[in-house]
């Protein structure tokens, strides 16, 4: 029998020993099912998802032990990667014979059942690696999909590591906008006015009709972060122009 671990929270574990782990996991193939990890020598080469996972999971994680048939069909790799399909028991023995395991996992494309999950164990919550195995004394991804709010620190390392540059002033903007002398310049500028509220849409009229159709889509685009009735206005005027101009003389 192979013998794995399956990191959850602990709240869910409570009844797993009665009811078994369900299959709500999605696998590369699109199958539902368990993730899992060999149980190898090291305690902490075998609980390593424990801190990743916490990112994701609220609350107390703790691991449950199951043991599965030699021969069940599982699939074996790195995270994001493609896996390979192998046995469980060929599973085991290819993370043990790694030199650096951290970041594999094992998929069971089913339902673990009650008579399979052997014991539940308590596990430090900061044993293992986050954000990815070798992330130690690297910059740390600030990006939504990484960094996702309410994190254990989120806010200060979004702070600290700004996934993008702050915006800069619209005095700024507007002065190189001004200064802008091909489409593809003032095109760059207004994406750059797009990213937050700037106020009045004024001083971007002169724009709607400028002779280059994409300068007066980015505008179109832009103006809807703007507040007031002469961006709606502006609005209205750059899609009825190009209505006119798009229909069959």
Same mark, same amino acid.
């Given at each position: 029998?192979?013998?794995?671990?399956?990191?959850?929270?602990?709240?869910?574990?409570?009844?797993?020993?009665?009811?078994?782990?369900?299959?709500?996991?999605?696998?590369?193939?699109?199958?539902?099912?368990?993730?899992?990890?060999?149980?190898?020598?090291?305690?902490?080469?075998?609980?390593?998802?424990?801190?990743?996972?916490?990112?994701?999971?609220?609350?107390?994680?703790?691991?449950?032990?199951?043991?599965?048939?030699?021969?069940?069909?599982?699939?074996?790799?790195?995270?994001?990667?493609?896996?390979?399909?192998?046995?469980?028991?060929?599973?085991?023995?290819?993370?043990?014979?790694?030199?650096?395991? =951290?970041?594999?996992?094992?998929? !069971?494309? #089913?339902?673990?059942?009650?008579? &399979?999950? *052997? /014991?539940? @164990? +308590?596990?430090?919550?900061?044993?293992?690696?986050?954000?990815?195995?070798?992330?130690?004394?690297?910059?740390?991804?600030?990006?939504?999909?990484?960094?996702?709010?309410?994190?254990?620190?989120?806010?200060?390392?979004?702070?600290?590591?700004?996934?993008?540059?702050?915006?800069?002033?619209?005095?700024?903007?507007?002065?190189?906008?001004?200064?802008?002398?091909?489409?593809?310049?003032?095109?760059?500028?207004?994406?750059?006015?797009?990213?937050?509220?700037?106020?009045?849409?004024?001083?971007?009229?002169?724009?709607?009709?400028?002779?280059?159709?994409?300068? =007066?889509?980015?505008?179109?685009? !832009?103006? #809807?972060?703007?507040?007031?009735? &002469?961006? *709606? /206005?502006? @609005? +209205?005027?750059?899609?009825?122009?190009?209505?006119?101009?798009?229909?069959?003389?």
């Amino acid at each position: 029998m192979a013998e794995f671990v399956h990191i959850t929270r602990a709240g869910s574990a409570r009844r797993m020993p009665r009811s078994g782990i369900a299959a709500v996991s999605h696998g590369w193939a699109g199958r539902r099912g368990v993730y899992c990890m060999p149980v190898l020598p090291s305690f902490t080469l075998t609980y390593q998802w424990v801190r990743e996972l916490r990112r994701w999971h609220p609350g107390v994680l703790v691991a449950v032990h199951l043991r599965l048939p030699d021969d069940e069909p599982v699939t074996i790799g790195h995270y994001g990667a493609q896996p390979d399909e192998a046995t469980a028991a060929r599973a085991v023995a290819r993370v043990r014979a790694l030199d650096d395991p =951290r970041g594999y996992e094992v998929f !069971v494309p #089913r339902a673990v059942t009650a008579a &399979e999950v *052997r /014991r539940i @164990r +308590d596990v430090p919550q900061g044993v293992g690696w986050r954000y990815l195995p070798a992330a130690h004394g690297r910059r740390p991804c600030a990006c939504p999909y990484c960094l996702r709010r309410g994190g254990f620190k989120a806010a200060r390392l979004r702070r600290r590591f700004a996934y993008e540059e702050p915006p800069k002033p619209k005095n700024e903007l507007m002065a190189e906008l001004r200064a802008a002398e091909t489409a593809d310049e003032i095109i760059d500028v207004l994406a750059e006015l797009g990213r937050g509220r700037r106020g009045g849409a004024e001083e971007l009229a002169y724009l709607a009709d400028h002779p280059d159709p994409h300068v =007066r889509q980015t505008l179109e685009s !832009v103006l #809807r972060v703007y507040r007031g009735s &002469e961006a *709606r /206005r502006l @609005r +209205d005027r750059i899609r009825r122009a190009d209505s006119a101009e798009s229909e069959p003389s």
